[in-house]
Nanobody, 119 residues
Framework: QVQLVESGGGLVQPGGSLRLSCAAS????????MGWYRQAPGKQRELVAA???????NYADSVKGRFTISRDNAKNTAYLQMDTLKFEDTAVYYC?????????????WGQGTQVTVSS
């Protein structure tokens, strides 16, 4: 059974940092593209950052230079280091695992972790 468990969210002041973790179980991690999405109240869920099984990364323009995504295949864990946080980074952050099986995409989601940037 595939399970993604996020941790590391919380309350932080503007300019501060947080590191989110996503622990995956179920044997899919090493072959999956791992992503972090976020959803703010009243807004659609958006991709924040993603990292492929080959280590390639991409970021939303709004977080480039501030956020860093990484993965540790030995620990089946993906990370999102968030620095220089802004009010507009406040959202629920979701971990995603994207797996291609016989040409078909399958997505797995974590339960989400709240990040609140406030003074």
């Amino acid at each position: 059974q595939v399970q993604l468990v996020e941790s590391g969210g919380g309350l932080v002041q503007p300019g501060g940092s947080l590191r989110l973790s996503c622990a995956a179980s179920g044997g899919i991690f090493s072959n999956s593209r791992m992503g972090w999405y976020r959803q703010a109240p009243g807004k659609q869920r958006e991709l924040v950052a993603a990292i492929g099984s080959d280590g390639s990364t991409n970021y939303a323009d709004s977080v480039k230079g501030r956020f860093t995504i990484s993965r540790d295949n030995a620990k089946n864990t993906a990370y999102l280091q968030m620095d220089t946080l802004k009010f507009e980074d406040t959202a629920v952050y979701y971990c995603n695992a994207e797996l291609i099986i016989f040409g078909l995409r399958r997505d797995y989601w974590g339960q989400g972790t709240q990040v609140t940037v406030s003074s």
